[in-house]
Protein backbone atom coordinates (compact mmCIF):
# COMPACT_ATOMS: atom_id res chain seq x y z
CA UNK A 1 0.00 0.00 0.00
CA UNK A 2 1.40 3.19 -0.63
CA UNK A 3 0.91 6.02 2.01
CA UNK A 4 0.00 9.83 0.64
CA UNK A 5 -1.02 12.49 3.35
CA UNK A 6 -2.99 16.05 2.43
CA UNK A 7 -1.66 17.67 6.08
CA UNK A 8 1.60 19.93 4.78
CA UNK A 9 2.95 21.27 7.67
CA UNK A 10 5.20 24.03 6.39
CA UNK A 11 7.51 22.78 3.76
CA UNK A 12 6.50 19.52 4.74
CA UNK A 13 8.40 19.70 7.72
CA UNK A 14 7.65 18.63 10.89
CA UNK A 15 6.04 20.05 14.80
CA UNK A 16 8.51 19.30 17.75
CA UNK A 17 7.35 17.28 20.85
CA UNK A 18 8.84 18.37 24.25
CA UNK A 19 10.69 15.78 25.85
CA UNK A 20 29.64 9.71 9.13
CA UNK A 21 35.78 8.97 5.43
CA UNK A 22 36.27 8.53 1.77
CA UNK A 23 36.60 6.00 0.10
CA UNK A 24 39.48 3.35 1.07
CA UNK A 25 42.50 3.56 -1.58
CA UNK A 26 43.95 0.15 -3.03
CA UNK A 27 45.85 -1.40 -0.63
CA UNK A 28 47.94 -4.63 0.02
CA UNK A 29 47.04 -8.16 -0.17
CA UNK A 30 45.51 -9.62 3.28
CA UNK A 31 47.78 -11.38 5.41
CA UNK A 32 47.21 -14.70 6.32
CA UNK A 33 49.13 -15.12 9.24
CA UNK A 34 47.35 -12.83 12.08
CA UNK A 35 46.12 -14.11 15.12
CA UNK A 36 43.31 -16.04 15.30
CA UNK A 37 41.40 -14.70 12.18
CA UNK A 38 37.56 -14.29 11.19
CA UNK A 39 36.25 -13.04 8.38
CA UNK A 40 32.96 -10.83 8.27
CA UNK A 41 31.06 -9.07 5.15
CA UNK A 42 28.10 -6.86 5.53
CA UNK A 43 27.13 -3.22 6.16
CA UNK A 44 28.89 -0.01 6.72
CA UNK A 45 26.65 0.91 9.59
CA UNK A 46 28.15 -1.47 12.13
CA UNK A 47 31.95 -0.94 11.06
CA UNK A 48 32.39 2.15 13.72
CA UNK A 49 31.00 -0.28 16.42
CA UNK A 50 33.22 -3.57 14.55
CA UNK A 51 35.97 -1.59 15.61
CA UNK A 52 35.82 -1.06 19.05
CA UNK A 53 35.22 -4.33 19.47
CA UNK A 54 37.51 -5.97 17.40
CA UNK A 55 40.41 -3.87 19.14
CA UNK A 56 39.26 -5.36 22.20
CA UNK A 57 39.12 -8.54 21.18
CA UNK A 58 43.21 -8.01 19.94
CA UNK A 59 44.06 -7.40 23.35
CA UNK A 60 43.08 -10.64 24.32
CA UNK A 61 45.88 -12.80 25.96
CA UNK A 62 44.71 -15.35 23.18
CA UNK A 63 43.99 -12.23 20.35
CA UNK A 64 41.23 -12.33 18.01
CA UNK A 65 41.55 -10.75 14.70
CA UNK A 66 38.62 -9.65 12.75
CA UNK A 67 38.73 -8.51 8.94
CA UNK A 68 35.56 -7.18 8.46
CA UNK A 69 34.34 -5.77 4.45
CA UNK A 70 31.79 -3.66 4.30
CA UNK A 71 30.31 -3.15 0.93
CA UNK A 72 26.73 -2.66 1.42
CA UNK A 73 24.62 -4.75 3.60
CA UNK A 74 23.12 -7.18 0.95
CA UNK A 75 25.95 -7.74 -1.26
CA UNK A 76 27.83 -8.14 2.20
CA UNK A 77 25.19 -10.88 3.21
CA UNK A 78 25.36 -12.23 -0.72
CA UNK A 79 29.13 -12.99 -0.31
CA UNK A 80 28.04 -15.11 3.41
CA UNK A 81 25.97 -17.09 1.83
CA UNK A 82 28.42 -17.91 -0.77
CA UNK A 83 31.36 -18.28 1.47
CA UNK A 84 33.61 -16.18 -1.06
CA UNK A 85 34.35 -12.41 -0.27
CA UNK A 86 35.52 -11.65 -4.20
CA UNK A 87 38.86 -11.15 -5.60
CA UNK A 88 37.49 -8.86 -7.58
CA UNK A 89 35.92 -6.42 -5.13
CA UNK A 90 36.09 -2.66 -5.02
CA UNK A 91 35.92 -2.12 -1.62
CA UNK A 92 38.61 -2.97 0.70
CA UNK A 93 38.92 -5.21 3.81
CA UNK A 94 39.53 -3.27 7.38
CA UNK A 95 41.72 -5.26 10.62
CA UNK A 96 42.62 -2.97 13.88
CA UNK A 97 44.86 -3.64 16.16
CA UNK A 98 44.64 -3.79 19.99
CA UNK A 99 44.74 0.10 19.68
CA UNK A 100 41.85 0.26 16.79
CA UNK A 101 43.96 1.16 14.49
CA UNK A 102 43.26 -0.16 11.24
CA UNK A 103 45.04 -1.47 8.59
CA UNK A 104 43.26 -2.24 5.05
CA UNK A 105 43.99 -4.64 2.73
CA UNK A 106 42.51 -6.58 -0.90
CA UNK A 107 41.24 -10.15 -1.04
CA UNK A 108 43.63 -11.93 -2.91
CA UNK A 109 43.24 -11.60 -6.96
CA UNK A 110 41.73 -15.08 -7.53
CA UNK A 111 40.96 -16.64 -4.49
CA UNK A 112 39.03 -13.95 -2.93
CA UNK A 113 38.97 -14.36 1.11
CA UNK A 114 36.42 -16.76 3.27
CA UNK A 115 33.43 -14.97 5.13
CA UNK A 116 32.70 -16.41 8.68
CA UNK A 117 29.67 -14.27 9.68
CA UNK A 118 27.72 -11.37 8.01
CA UNK A 119 26.22 -8.35 9.55
CA UNK A 120 22.78 -6.28 8.75
CA UNK A 121 20.70 -3.70 10.48
CA UNK A 122 17.78 -5.51 8.77
CA UNK A 123 16.41 -9.09 8.43
CA UNK A 124 17.35 -11.27 5.23
CA UNK A 125 14.37 -10.61 3.22
CA UNK A 126 14.84 -7.27 3.12
CA UNK A 127 17.30 -7.87 0.33
CA UNK A 128 15.75 -8.88 -3.03
CA UNK A 129 17.76 -12.29 -3.43
CA UNK A 130 16.03 -13.49 -0.20
CA UNK A 131 13.14 -12.90 -0.83
CA UNK A 132 11.74 -15.95 1.67
CA UNK A 133 14.30 -14.50 4.60
CA UNK A 134 16.99 -16.20 6.19
CA UNK A 135 18.42 -19.40 4.25
CA UNK A 136 18.71 -22.66 5.58
CA UNK A 137 21.62 -23.39 8.07
CA UNK A 138 21.83 -19.80 9.23
CA UNK A 139 21.37 -18.62 12.18
CA UNK A 140 20.26 -15.29 13.22
CA UNK A 141 21.38 -13.44 15.98
CA UNK A 142 20.24 -10.40 17.49
CA UNK A 143 22.76 -7.57 18.43
CA UNK A 144 22.70 -4.06 19.86
CA UNK A 145 20.15 -1.14 18.22
CA UNK A 146 21.62 0.80 15.41
CA UNK A 147 19.72 3.92 14.41
CA UNK A 148 18.77 5.99 10.77
CA UNK A 149 19.36 9.17 11.12
CA UNK A 150 18.37 12.07 7.94
CA UNK A 151 20.86 14.72 8.18
CA UNK A 152 22.05 17.98 6.51
CA UNK A 153 25.15 20.75 6.88
CA UNK A 154 25.53 21.72 10.70
CA UNK A 155 24.68 25.30 9.08
CA UNK A 156 21.34 24.84 7.90
CA UNK A 157 18.13 26.09 10.03
CA UNK A 158 16.23 23.38 9.57
CA UNK A 159 15.15 21.69 12.44
CA UNK A 160 12.80 18.71 11.29
CA UNK A 161 11.25 16.85 8.97
CA UNK A 162 8.34 14.75 8.03
CA UNK A 163 7.54 11.02 6.56
CA UNK A 164 5.15 13.37 3.95
CA UNK A 165 8.51 15.52 3.16
CA UNK A 166 10.57 12.49 2.12
CA UNK A 167 7.87 10.77 0.24
CA UNK A 168 7.54 13.61 -1.68
CA UNK A 169 11.40 14.43 -2.00
CA UNK A 170 12.47 10.71 -2.13
CA UNK A 171 9.44 9.60 -4.76
CA UNK A 172 9.09 12.61 -6.86
CA UNK A 173 12.86 14.53 -6.94
CA UNK A 174 13.64 16.91 -5.44
CA UNK A 175 12.85 19.66 -8.15
CA UNK A 176 9.53 18.27 -8.61
CA UNK A 177 8.90 17.73 -5.19
CA UNK A 178 9.73 21.26 -4.44
CA UNK A 179 9.82 20.70 -0.60
CA UNK A 180 12.36 23.61 0.32
CA UNK A 181 14.91 23.76 0.66
CA UNK A 182 16.08 20.32 -0.66
CA UNK A 183 15.09 21.28 -4.27
CA UNK A 184 18.47 20.46 -5.61
CA UNK A 185 19.02 17.20 -7.03
CA UNK A 186 22.44 17.21 -7.15
CA UNK A 187 22.51 17.63 -3.33
CA UNK A 188 20.44 14.66 -2.88
CA UNK A 189 23.00 12.31 -1.17
CA UNK A 190 21.98 8.62 -1.92
CA UNK A 191 23.09 5.16 -0.80
CA UNK A 192 23.29 2.29 -2.91
CA UNK A 193 19.55 0.29 -2.76
CA UNK A 194 21.18 -2.76 -1.45
CA UNK A 195 22.97 -0.90 1.61
CA UNK A 196 20.43 -1.26 5.24
CA UNK A 197 20.22 2.47 5.48
CA UNK A 198 18.34 3.16 2.27
CA UNK A 199 16.35 0.03 2.51
CA UNK A 200 15.04 0.84 6.16
CA UNK A 201 13.92 4.01 4.96
CA UNK A 202 12.56 2.96 1.43
CA UNK A 203 10.50 0.25 3.74
CA UNK A 204 9.54 3.02 6.40
CA UNK A 205 8.04 5.52 3.74
CA UNK A 206 7.16 3.63 0.70
CA UNK A 207 6.45 -0.07 2.23
CA UNK A 208 8.74 -1.37 0.29
CA UNK A 209 12.94 -1.66 0.53
CA UNK A 210 13.25 -2.08 -2.50
CA UNK A 211 11.71 1.43 -3.51
CA UNK A 212 14.79 3.28 -5.74
CA UNK A 213 14.67 6.84 -4.89
CA UNK A 214 13.55 9.21 -7.94
CA UNK A 215 17.19 10.82 -8.12
CA UNK A 216 19.08 7.85 -7.23
CA UNK A 217 22.17 8.07 -10.49
CA UNK A 218 21.26 4.65 -11.35
CA UNK A 219 18.21 5.80 -13.16
CA UNK A 220 19.13 6.95 -16.55
CA UNK A 221 19.81 10.79 -16.31
CA UNK A 222 19.04 11.24 -12.88
CA UNK A 223 21.70 13.68 -11.35
CA UNK A 224 21.62 12.48 -7.16
CA UNK A 225 25.06 11.49 -5.70
CA UNK A 226 25.24 7.89 -4.84
CA UNK A 227 27.54 6.73 -2.18
CA UNK A 228 28.68 3.52 -0.85
CA UNK A 229 28.89 3.76 2.51
CA UNK A 230 27.72 6.04 5.56
CA UNK A 231 31.14 8.00 6.01
CA UNK A 232 30.77 9.05 1.81
CA UNK A 233 27.38 10.27 2.56
CA UNK A 234 28.90 12.66 5.57
CA UNK A 235 31.28 13.73 3.28
CA UNK A 236 29.46 14.31 0.63
CA UNK A 237 26.77 16.26 2.94
CA UNK A 238 30.31 18.71 3.89
CA UNK A 239 31.16 18.83 0.54
CA UNK A 240 27.50 20.46 -0.61
CA UNK A 241 26.94 22.50 2.29
CA UNK A 242 29.99 24.09 1.86
CA UNK A 243 27.97 26.29 -1.14
CA UNK A 244 24.63 26.11 0.35
CA UNK A 245 24.52 24.75 3.88
CA UNK A 246 20.44 24.64 3.33
CA UNK A 247 20.36 22.73 0.71
CA UNK A 248 21.61 18.80 1.15
CA UNK A 249 19.91 16.21 2.41
CA UNK A 250 21.12 12.36 3.46
CA UNK A 251 20.58 9.35 5.31
CA UNK A 252 22.97 7.74 7.41
CA UNK A 253 23.62 4.74 10.47
CA UNK A 254 22.97 6.70 13.82
CA UNK A 255 26.76 6.19 14.35
CA UNK A 256 28.03 7.97 11.42
CA UNK A 257 25.90 11.05 12.49
CA UNK A 258 26.71 11.29 15.79
CA UNK A 259 30.52 10.91 14.86
CA UNK A 260 29.99 13.80 12.33
CA UNK A 261 28.02 16.49 14.48
CA UNK A 262 31.21 18.85 14.18
CA UNK A 263 30.33 18.95 10.85
CA UNK A 264 26.57 17.48 10.02
CA UNK A 265 23.01 18.03 11.77
CA UNK A 266 20.61 15.10 12.32
CA UNK A 267 16.56 16.12 11.66
CA UNK A 268 14.30 15.56 13.98
CA UNK A 269 11.40 12.94 12.40
CA UNK A 270 8.07 12.92 12.66
CA UNK A 271 6.93 9.63 10.88
CA UNK A 272 3.04 8.92 9.86
CA UNK A 273 0.41 9.51 12.34
CA UNK A 274 2.53 11.14 14.73
CA UNK A 275 1.66 14.51 15.76
CA UNK A 276 5.42 15.79 16.50
CA UNK A 277 8.82 15.56 15.48
CA UNK A 278 11.36 13.11 17.50
CA UNK A 279 15.38 13.57 17.78
CA UNK A 280 16.61 9.82 18.67
CA UNK A 281 17.84 11.63 21.58
CA UNK A 282 16.33 14.04 24.35
CA UNK A 283 17.23 17.07 22.40
CA UNK A 284 19.49 18.28 19.13
CA UNK A 285 22.38 18.23 21.15
CA UNK A 286 22.40 14.92 23.44
CA UNK A 287 23.12 11.60 23.56
CA UNK A 288 20.94 10.00 25.72
CA UNK A 289 18.87 8.08 22.86
CA UNK A 290 16.14 8.12 24.87
CA UNK A 291 13.40 8.37 21.89
CA UNK A 292 14.71 5.27 20.32
CA UNK A 293 14.48 3.75 23.57
CA UNK A 294 11.46 4.20 24.31
CA UNK A 295 10.42 3.99 21.02
CA UNK A 296 9.20 7.40 19.71
CA UNK A 297 11.82 7.78 16.85
CA UNK A 298 10.88 5.93 14.03
CA UNK A 299 14.08 5.12 12.50
CA UNK A 300 16.08 1.83 14.80
CA UNK A 301 16.30 -1.48 14.97
CA UNK A 302 18.37 -4.12 16.27
CA UNK A 303 21.11 -5.59 14.18
CA UNK A 304 21.33 -8.90 12.69
CA UNK A 305 24.63 -11.59 12.85
CA UNK A 306 24.48 -13.97 10.72
CA UNK A 307 26.51 -17.48 11.20
CA UNK A 308 26.44 -20.73 10.11
CA UNK A 309 24.35 -23.17 12.59
CA UNK A 310 24.02 -26.80 13.03
CA UNK A 311 20.23 -28.27 13.63
CA UNK A 312 20.71 -27.29 17.38
CA UNK A 313 20.68 -23.38 16.51
CA UNK A 314 24.40 -23.39 17.37
CA UNK A 315 27.09 -21.93 15.36
CA UNK A 316 29.47 -23.74 13.20
CA UNK A 317 32.09 -23.02 10.66
CA UNK A 318 32.08 -24.19 7.16
CA UNK A 319 35.12 -22.55 6.05
CA UNK A 320 36.58 -24.38 3.04
CA UNK A 321 40.12 -25.91 3.40
CA UNK A 322 40.04 -26.28 7.62
CA UNK A 323 40.08 -29.00 9.03
CA UNK A 324 37.43 -29.94 11.87
CA UNK A 325 39.74 -28.69 14.55
CA UNK A 326 40.55 -25.21 12.87
CA UNK A 327 36.59 -25.12 12.01
CA UNK A 328 35.66 -26.06 15.84
CA UNK A 329 38.18 -22.90 16.84
CA UNK A 330 36.90 -20.66 14.16
CA UNK A 331 33.20 -21.43 15.21
CA UNK A 332 33.85 -20.91 18.97
CA UNK A 333 35.75 -17.06 18.15
CA UNK A 334 32.53 -16.31 15.68
CA UNK A 335 30.03 -17.23 18.77
CA UNK A 336 32.29 -15.46 20.95
CA UNK A 337 31.86 -11.89 18.69
CA UNK A 338 28.64 -12.29 18.81
CA UNK A 339 28.31 -12.89 22.13
CA UNK A 340 29.53 -9.98 23.53
CA UNK A 341 27.63 -7.81 21.30
CA UNK A 342 24.08 -8.98 22.26
CA UNK A 343 25.36 -9.07 26.21
CA UNK A 344 25.22 -12.70 26.39
CA UNK A 345 28.75 -13.02 27.33
CA UNK A 346 30.61 -10.42 29.98
CA UNK A 347 33.27 -8.49 28.73
CA UNK A 348 36.85 -10.72 28.80
CA UNK A 349 38.54 -9.77 32.50
CA UNK A 350 41.47 -7.08 32.25
CA UNK A 351 39.57 -5.61 28.95
CA UNK A 352 39.56 -1.53 29.67
CA UNK A 353 37.55 -0.18 28.62
CA UNK A 354 34.69 -2.98 28.93
CA UNK A 355 32.94 -3.95 25.27
CA UNK A 356 29.78 -2.72 26.42
CA UNK A 357 31.31 1.06 27.04
CA UNK A 358 33.00 0.47 23.34
CA UNK A 359 29.55 -0.39 21.92
CA UNK A 360 27.96 2.29 23.45
CA UNK A 361 30.34 4.71 22.83
CA UNK A 362 30.60 3.91 19.30
CA UNK A 363 27.20 5.09 18.95
CA UNK A 364 24.91 1.55 19.37
CA UNK A 365 22.63 1.19 21.90
CA UNK A 366 22.63 -2.57 23.60
CA UNK A 367 19.03 -4.70 24.25
CA UNK A 368 19.61 -4.28 27.41
CA UNK A 369 18.51 -0.19 27.40
CA UNK A 370 16.01 -0.58 25.38
CA UNK A 371 11.99 -0.12 26.87
CA UNK A 372 10.47 -1.42 23.48
CA UNK A 373 11.21 -3.95 21.01
CA UNK A 374 9.28 -3.95 17.43
CA UNK A 375 8.77 -7.27 14.95
CA UNK A 376 11.34 -7.99 12.26
CA UNK A 377 12.93 -4.49 10.90
CA UNK A 378 10.39 -2.25 10.66
CA UNK A 379 7.49 -3.47 11.95
CA UNK A 380 5.12 -2.32 14.96
CA UNK A 381 6.62 -1.16 18.60
CA UNK A 382 5.89 -2.68 21.80
CA UNK A 383 7.06 -2.63 25.11
CA UNK A 384 10.04 -4.96 26.28
CA UNK A 385 11.56 -5.37 29.64
CA UNK A 386 15.11 -6.87 30.07
CA UNK A 387 16.13 -9.17 32.19
CA UNK A 388 18.93 -7.05 33.37
CA UNK A 389 18.10 -3.69 32.32
CA UNK A 390 21.22 -1.32 31.89
CA UNK A 391 19.13 1.90 31.16
CA UNK A 392 21.16 3.52 33.95
CA UNK A 393 24.63 2.59 32.60
CA UNK A 394 23.74 3.46 29.12
CA UNK A 395 23.07 7.29 30.01
CA UNK A 396 26.08 7.65 32.21
CA UNK A 397 27.99 6.02 29.11
CA UNK A 398 26.76 7.71 26.64
CA UNK A 399 26.00 11.54 28.28
CA UNK A 400 28.80 11.37 30.91
CA UNK A 401 26.32 11.43 33.97
CA UNK A 402 22.89 10.41 35.09
CA UNK A 403 21.16 12.42 37.33
CA UNK A 404 18.15 10.02 37.49
CA UNK A 405 20.15 6.72 39.07
CA UNK A 406 21.79 6.53 42.15
CA UNK A 407 25.58 5.29 42.08
CA UNK A 408 26.41 1.78 43.78
CA UNK A 409 28.30 -0.94 45.08
CA UNK A 410 25.90 -3.83 46.05
CA UNK A 411 22.07 -3.53 46.25
CA UNK A 412 22.02 -2.71 49.74
CA UNK A 413 22.57 0.99 48.47
CA UNK A 414 19.75 0.91 46.10
CA UNK A 415 16.13 1.45 47.40
CA UNK A 416 12.89 -0.50 47.08
CA UNK A 417 13.28 -2.92 44.58
CA UNK A 418 15.90 -0.99 42.52
CA UNK A 419 18.99 -3.35 41.74
CA UNK A 420 22.75 -2.66 41.51
CA UNK A 421 23.86 -3.25 37.97
CA UNK A 422 27.11 -2.37 36.30
CA UNK A 423 27.41 0.58 39.09
CA UNK A 424 23.88 1.68 38.88
CA UNK A 425 20.57 1.54 41.00
CA UNK A 426 18.46 -0.15 38.03
CA UNK A 427 14.64 -0.17 38.39
CA UNK A 428 14.90 -3.88 39.03
Known sequence: ??????????????????????????????????????????????????????????????????????????????????????????????YWDAAGVATTCQAPTAAGLPVDFSHMGNTADFCAAYPNGTPTGIGDFLGPVQTVNIITDKDSSQKSISAEALYYILGLGATAANVSPWTNPRHMILRTTSSFVHQFVAASVFDTP????????????????????????????????????????????????????????????????????????????????????????????????????????????????????????????????????????????GISPPIPQRIIAAGDIPLCAMQVTREGTAGAVSSYAPEEPCGCYFEAIATGSTSVCPVCETTDDCTGSQVCRSGYCEAY
Not at 77 to 94: A, C, D, E, K, L
Not at 222 to 234: D, M
Not at 249 to 275: E, I, P
Request: net charge neutral; hydrophobic share 40%.
Open 1 to 94: MTRQSTKWLGSLGAGFCALALPSLAQAAECPTNLPNIIYGSGGSAVTATMRQVAAALRALPDPITVLWHDPGACIGFGHFVGGTIPGSTTRNVV
Open 210 to 349: LKVFYDHPSITGRTGIEVPGNPESVAQVVSAGASNPESPLAYVSGSAADAGRAQVKSLAYQHFGQTCAYWPDSSESSLDKINVRQGLYHFWTPGHFFAPVNSQGQVISSRPGADATERAAIAERVQRLIGYFSGELPSPA
